[in-house]
């Protein structure tokens, strides 16, 4: 040791130093390199275990090695040795800077601690707040921004009127707009969340806010399952319509865009499930009463979560709330997408753009601000493919044609998302996508997809469609329906064609058994097409609505209650009220779903007694017949010639519809 002690004194200072502080600095790059390393769970573990050794090797071989060259004086030996340990310390600090960088990213995707909840108070534009007025709230105590923050900001602002509590969010803003109350507590979002009804399209400008509360919140984390992204798994992506970037993870939003998808890893098969926003269901934490799935939304994300799981029959894993805006973020930070845009088929918004254009008004709603483009296929930059996500009143399909655009734009993008091979290009596309979307992924969740993105890319370079997406497609009908008194036109669901769309996501995710197609028939003229799960099937149940009884029959109010389970009740009412023996009013409105009543009042009109014009002096003998002889046995007695089909309305069969769609020129969204 003192022959070395000597040695090392005698050797050149300046080489000496570097040798030093090059083997410090290595030290430390490796240190940071190692923390860096763990970060990256699940990916190529044993890489990164023989990385680490190696360096680990050469760190030893530097140490002694150089040393002893420094020691001899073979100073060229010792540069070439230097230069290499300076350059290995150098990869591991910039290696260390983008793994860093790359998990921060992923970890703010998951990481959203708080979440800020508001409510307002708010009234028709014309209405003033007086102690004897009644303002209306929610009776749902799990409601943050209906029920919680409303009482609290009651008390805050010593608000003394009388509160009048509603089972949902129409109901209350039926009662608002009917003047029924004077303020009604919704979340701030209310604007996004209603506009969409024909009804209350111009809710921004009919009402005003009187009194605002907010308040930060830990985020209630929504875990259904530990899965590994490995295995077959559920995501649930629902589109959130801010006219701002970022996001506040629970709070109320718009359920006009809900999209399940199930992917299958091993198999690298997807299936994409887009849900009518006006499909009529019951919403699981509005005590199943049955409403429009995107209603679901107001009460938050779990609740559209709960909502869809009991809807499809399928668990849903993970969910993933996505900003429409931040959408256009995404899309410029991929250089834009190839998608083939479809054309048009409504002949008053053909009239109105021309042949082969879509328009559609741009990211704020602006109509006169419009963004057109050509079909066909189509390089779309962001606003462009925002646009053509959100159309749906050039199409006769009206929101079917607009879920069909949304599953080509979602295809589209994540095709272009594994062409990039650079870190710069991964790194806007995290930063567009981190700041614009909500997950229940943890961060450990979202590193453990890495292999199964490594096998797409394989497959990619080899020529192959890196996944293979099975489209369905919801058969549905007319439903005219009474929500909250309103006439509003929803979407009931062939049973069987979701059976289909749900059969085909159970065998994805290996829940069951696919059964073999034995037989098969092709045309070699005919260009083959992939199946479309559930299109075309329009058979079981369907939910009926009370019918217009007004005019009916008696026989015919109790059959159909008897045909829905629905205790028909019979009340007279005085003469003069209407057609002798037939129905004159209804209890229940007419569009009400049937399966949400038990019982059902009609109301028939009496008919008048004759007056008695008799004279004293005709003879007694002739002036009657008995009372038994006078009365009539049944309806067709007291109006000659009808029948009970006559005085049919043709509004019983209002709760029947075909598959077609109304059209309509509403607010989208």
Known sequence: MKILWKKIKRSNKIALTIYLITTILFIISYIFFIKSLLYLVGIETIIRVILLLLLFIWFLVYFLFGLSTLLVKHFKKFIVLTIINVLLGSLMIFASIIINTFYSKIDMLSSQEYTLYTTNLIALTETELTTSSKIGMINNKQDIEGY?????????????????????YYSMLD??????VAAIFVSSNYEVLFSGEEAYANIASDTKV?????????????????KKLTEPFTMLLMGVDSEIDGMNANAAFNGDTLMLITFNPKTLAATIFSIPRDTYVPIACNNNRYNKINSAAAYGTECVINTIQNMVNVPIDYYAKINFNGAIDLVNALDGIDV?????????YISKYGEGVLCESDALRDMTNLVCMNT????LNGEQALAYARNRHGFLESDLARNRHQQQIIEAMAKKMLQKTSFADFEKILDAIGKNISTNLTTNQLLSFYQTLKDMLIKGLKGNDFITIQKTYLEVYSLPIVIGGMNVSALGYYEDSLAAITEAMNVNLELKEEE??????????EQYTMAVIGKGITSGSKLTTVPNFIGNTVSFAEEWGQANGVTINKEFTACGTGTPGLISNQNVSAGTLAK????????ISESCPTANNENDNQPSDNTSNSTEENEPSDITDIIPGLTDSSVQNENQDSNTSDNSLEDSENTDE
Not at 149 to 162: C, F, G, H, R, V
Not at 215 to 226: A, R
Request: a negative charge; glycine letters at 2%.
């Open 148 to 168: 919680i923050l409303a009482n609290t900001l009651k008390n805050k602002e010593n608000l003394e009127q009388d509160v009048i509590y509603y089972d949902d």
């Open 175 to 180: 009662a608002l707009y009917n003047k029924e």
């Open 210 to 226: 009187l009194y605002k509360y907010s308040e930060k919140m830990k985020t209630k984390t929504i875990t259904n399952t530990n």
């Open 340 to 348: 083939e845009v479809e054309a048009p088929n409504y002949s008053y």
């Open 376 to 379: 066909g296929m189509q390089h």
């Open 516 to 525: 073999m197609i034995k037989t098969f028939s092709y045309d070699y003229n």
């Open 596 to 603: 949400s009543i038990t019982n059902l009042t009609i109301y």
